[in-house]
């Protein structure tokens, strides 16, 4: 069912992979981040102050932190992060023409901690997959025309 | 969506038929329920956005005693504002002050203010009552009494209004023209005043709200809540855009001979 890229998008596809991959790591990197001070806030009741009084970075209780609080900042950097890389997986989409279902195992890039690192390496693979077939589609057809 | 009326034999594949397979009405409930789902928590997120600014304040409505959190000769903190504060005290007899434009209920009147001496010696001014004329007012001051303890809402001192005192009258609650007005003033003085829960006979009580929390608006709260506004309506547009692939698909050839 799923019909594959259409031969004029293949180097805007190319473009749009290499940034998926950046955003993937960068993704990824940030979950961990999320993860980490998930568990220090609501099992340890601590955010991560950056700059304040307690050193550079100091674990404090949230109502005491005065500089920046990292936690937060890893919060919503990781919200928007992830907004953009559902940005990517859905331009993937629509471009390859892959299944929806495959859309939404991407997806979960952004909120399995170190699926995104896997995704990392292995999209790229099945997306030049797909490309490499629908070149040799196009090679064919040129050939049979000429 | 028009209902496609000819013959079955080659029709062409429309949207319409396609979105009334019963598969895609369930993905279209599912659309919509999900799309539901995130509306309601941008509206959650909204009233979020407004109502939970951190309020790190004291609870107001808890009786604490007034030594706890007042302090004398010091100016009054914000956190003390509105706080439901119990003391024991006296009233020094004689010393009354009649304040003219209170409003109760709405209603102009008069309050009584008494002056009552702490436990520890300091001074405090207490708004005893509010009656509707001035003489009602004067006339509980014979038998006005306070309870021990005294429970009542402790608020700032309010600006003397000077134009109305030439006139002879007064009417704001103000400590540093009470202190002038007093016979025996000791020195150590409370910068707030107590509203009494409990008015002596003769005069009404006196309405003393809650205090309102400062409320501010929670811009990331804000920006999550258009967020959600965002993926409910991007949920409606995956089922088209689904419903339209399948479209495209059953209309298209053979993939072998698709050349665009």
């Given at each position: 069912?799923?019909?594959?890229?259409?031969?004029?998008?293949?180097?805007?596809?190319?473009?749009?992979?290499?940034?998926?991959?950046?955003?993937a790591?960068?993704?990824?990197?940030?979950?961990?981040?999320?993860?980490?001070?998930?568990?220090?806030?609501?099992?340890?009741?601590?955010?991560?102050?950056?700059?304040?009084?307690?050193?550079?970075?100091?674990?404090?209780?949230?109502?005491?932190?005065?500089?920046?609080?990292?936690?937060?900042?890893?919060?919503?950097?990781?919200?928007?992060?992830?907004?953009?890389?559902?940005?990517?997986?859905?331009?993937?989409?629509?471009?390859?023409?892959?299944?929806?279902?495959?859309?939404?195992?991407?997806?979960?890039?952004?909120?399995?901690p170190?699926?995104?690192?896997?995704?990392?390496?292995?999209?790229?693979?099945?997306?030049?997959?797909?490309?490499?077939?629908?070149?040799?589609?196009?090679?064919?057809?040129?050939?049979v025309?000429? | 969506?028009?209902?496609?009326?000819r013959?079955?034999?080659?029709?062409?594949?429309?949207?319409?038929?396609?979105?009334?397979?019963p598969?895609?009405?369930?993905?279209?409930?599912?659309?919509?329920?999900?799309?539901?789902?995130?509306?309601?928590?941008?509206?959650?997120?909204?009233?979020?956005?407004?109502?939970?600014?951190?309020?790190?304040?004291?609870?107001?409505?808890?009786?604490?005693?007034?030594?706890?959190?007042?302090?004398?000769?010091?100016?009054?903190?914000?956190?003390?504002?509105?706080?439901?504060?119990?003391?024991?005290?006296?009233?020094?007899?004689?010393?009354?002050?009649?304040?003219?434009?209170?409003?109760?209920?709405?209603?102009?009147?008069?309050?009584?203010?008494?002056?009552?001496?702490?436990?520890?010696?300091?001074?405090?001014?207490?708004?005893?009552?509010?009656?509707?004329?001035?003489?009602?007012?004067?006339?509980?001051?014979?038998?006005?009494?306070?309870?021990?303890?005294?429970?009542?809402?402790?608020?700032?001192?309010?600006?003397?209004?000077?134009?109305s005192?030439?006139?002879?009258?007064?009417?704001?609650?103000?400590v540093a023209?009470?202190?002038?007005?007093?016979?025996?003033?000791?020195?150590?003085?409370?910068?707030?005043?107590?509203?009494?829960?409990?008015?002596?006979?003769?005069?009404?009580?006196?309405?003393?709200?809650?205090?309102?929390?400062p409320?501010?608006?929670?811009?990331?709260?804000?920006?999550y809540?258009?967020?959600?506004?965002?993926?409910a309506?991007f949920?409606?547009?995956?089922?088209?855009?689904?419903?339209?692939?399948?479209?495209?698909?059953?209309?298209?050839?053979?993939?072998?001979?698709?050349?665009?």
């Open positions: 069912m799923p019909a594959g890229p259409r031969p004029e998008d293949i180097p805007r596809i190319r473009i749009v992979l290499a940034i998926f991959r950046v955003s790591i960068v993704t990824g990197i940030f979950l961990l981040g999320l993860c980490t001070m998930m568990v220090l806030r609501y099992g340890f009741h601590v955010d991560i102050e950056v700059g304040g009084s307690q050193g550079f970075v100091a674990l404090q209780q949230p109502k005491l932190i005065e500089a920046l609080n990292f936690s937060t900042f890893e919060l919503i950097t990781h919200g928007w992060l992830y907004v953009l890389y559902l940005g990517l997986d859905f331009l993937l989409w629509r471009m390859l023409r892959f299944s929806f279902g495959r859309f939404l195992w991407f997806a979960l890039g952004g909120i399995i170190f699926l995104s690192f896997y995704f990392e390496f292995k999209i790229p693979a099945y997306v030049n997959a797909r490309l490499a077939e629908a070149e040799a589609r196009t090679a064919t057809r040129t050939e025309a000429a | 969506m028009s209902v496609d009326t013959p079955a034999v080659d029709d062409p594949v429309t949207f319409g038929r396609v979105a009334r397979r598969r895609w009405i369930a993905a279209l409930i599912l659309a919509l329920a999900l799309a539901a789902g995130f509306a309601w928590l941008g509206q959650w997120q909204l009233g979020r956005s407004i109502a939970s600014a951190p309020s790190d304040g004291p609870d107001t409505e808890r009786v604490a005693p007034l030594t706890s959190f007042a302090t004398t000769n010091t100016s009054f903190r914000d956190d003390q504002l509105g706080r439901l504060a119990s003391v024991d005290a006296r009233l020094v007899p004689g010393d009354w002050v009649l304040l003219s434009d209170r409003l109760n209920g709405g209603t102009e009147g008069w309050w009584l203010v008494g002056h009552a001496v702490t436990s520890d010696g300091a001074d405090l001014a207490v708004a005893l009552g509010w009656a509707p004329t001035k003489a009602a007012a004067r006339a509980a001051e014979a038998t006005a009494t306070i309870p021990t303890p005294l429970v009542g809402r402790y608020l700032p001192t309010e600006a003397p209004d000077m134009p005192v030439e006139k002879g009258v007064q009417s704001a609650s103000s023209a009470f202190i002038n007005q007093w016979q025996d003033f000791s020195g150590t003085v409370y910068p707030g005043y107590l509203v009494s829960h409990a008015p002596p006979s003769g005069l009404d009580r006196i309405d003393s709200p809650k205090p309102i929390p409320e501010a608006l929670n811009w990331l709260n804000l920006f809540a258009i967020e959600w506004a965002v993926f309506g949920a409606i547009y995956l089922w088209y855009r689904l419903v339209k692939d399948v479209v495209e698909h059953e209309n298209e050839p053979e993939p072998s001979d698709s050349d665009q």
